[in-house]
């Protein structure tokens, strides 16, 4: 179960803003993390680690760097809920293990809700609002519960 | 099968007995893995740290490009140069470029086959299928997994085929219509499935701008990019050396998810307007505009024939006092090419900078970055808030004609003004 609260982005979030690419060459992932969504006030003020992304469609478009879901991770991102995904961004989270939920409805959670996620539920605790998650396929659920693609590979 | 389809049949490698149709997973192994400097470095710790490999599974499938922050731009981008120098000779690859491309231009000029599946570590990687090859982006850690074990997975996209007719007027090139079709399917209109071009608009095209609009398929969340190699694609590859390839077509049976037509006869040019690749409108709607930088380069349109367009529209006359035109060439070949016909020394003369071939202005890692309150007008593929410096500045993405008509008012102008 992951319980936190909810950081609320829009539409169409791109890889740039949740990691600009002048920061790539930094030498390691926690030394990129604190340049996380740079420019998203509302992101420094509210995290802590623990909380939870939430954003419309189309989250993580335009590049393919796993820099942004592995800054997210580092932070202590708890899972990513969004009405949908870009195609890399959600692969690359896969790899890394970063835990992604799509909620056609995604739109309709507002900023600073404490969400419960469980199974294939997610409830807000603030509104006592249930909404529906799409389910992984199978063959992407093995590589999340193996721990990421890497793991995954070692267990075969 | 749908040529898509048939393509990744053929790369396979889990007995799927030759057939596969959409929604498929299917373990393939890609002809070649491309990774740069952005995100290269990132590859290679999963490959040693966290994989605990030693060599790769292939050198002669791997290709390293040095574009992003070339030459080296700081001491971080220095030391990311010289983890990939070190592990590219520890490794022994053959194919190493540092400083002379766009990876997207280089694998182009230097490597894609017809009817290969190609993986690479940038976005951009789509691009192929301008010479009708399948290729894809994907992040460090698959890349580090196909180093190691010369596989991949993939999940069989739906296609959508596009077909294109009518004239091309003046003025009017790919760019406009990539824009046009990103603008009618939104930036997530097309995830997950294959974009095929197709139509005498298509065949039209010279292979610089099938690049163009190949390149661009992502930004409507496309898998993958593909045009039926033809007589063009031939030429270009006899003179590239690379004569010898597979030819894939569809089968009488070939399935599309939706079909979509364009006439290009009644196209204008078009602009996407700040914040999102799908901001697309006609020029019109922004003529007048005021601009700080022009940006004439990036994978998507600095080849030759984009500086070409550009020399002449901008042959005699000078960039508007107040703004300034970076000119970077896709490659050294493009630059070389440039430098020979006189169309280098146009751009110089009408008081173009002209930056060392890479990625340069695409986004804000190296040089033309911009400053609060600045407005960019570039041939590049992204106008993210924040892409190319401050988040308070803002990109306009258009063709090379309307960048070089625009650079001469300093504000966005109609290429037809010029060009008739």
Known sequence: MITGKSIVFGDNIDTDQIIGAHHLTRPSIAAMAPYSFEHHDHFRRDFAPGDIVVAGRNFGCGSSREQAPAVLKELGVAAVVAASFARIFFRNSINLGLTLIECPEAGKIRPLERLEIEGDSLLSLTTGRRFRIVPLPPFIQAFLDNGGVVAHLRTR | ??????????????????????????????????????????????????????????????????????????????????????????????????????????????????????????????????????????????????????????????????????????????????????GDLTTSGATYQAMVFAGPAIRALGISERMTLCNMVIEAGAKFSYIQPDDKTAAFLRAAGRPDYPVFDDDADAVYARTLTYDVGSLEPQIACPGSVDNVHPIGAAEGIAIDEFFLGACTNGRYEDLEIAAQILRGKEVAAGSRLLVTPASRDVLLSAMASGVLATLIESGAMIANPGCSACFGGTGGILGKNEKLLTTANRNFKGRVGSPDSEIFLASPAVVAASAITGRITDPRRILQ
């Open chain 2, 1 to 182: 099968m749908n040529v898509i389809e048939k393509i990744l049949a053929a790369h396979c490698s889990n007995g799927s007995q030759g057939h596969v149709r959409p929604g498929m997973i299917v373990e393939i192994a890609p002809d070649l893995t491309m990774a740069n400097d952005a995100t290269a470095v990132l590859a290679i710790d999963v490959f040693k740290h966290k994989l605990q490999a030693e060599n790769v599974h292939d050198p002669a499938r791997v290709v390293f490009i040095m574009d992003h922050y070339t030459p080296s731009c700081s001491i971080d981008a220095a030391d990311t140069h010289q983890a990939m120098r070190a592990f590219a000779r520890e490794q022994q690859l053959p194919f190493v470029y540092d400083g002379i491309g766009v990876c997207h231009q280089l694998m182009m000029e230097r490597h894609v086959r017809p009817g290969q599946l190609i993986i690479g570590a940038d976005s951009h990687t789509c691009n192929y299928g301008a010479l009708g090859a399948l290729s894809t982006g994907m992040g460090s850690t698959d890349v580090a997994v196909a180093w190691r074990t010369g596989r991949s997975w993939m999940k069989v996209p739906e296609a959508i085929r596009i077909e294109v007719s009518g004239a091309w007027p003046a003025g009017v090139c790919a760019k406009d219509l990539i824009l046009r079709i990103v």
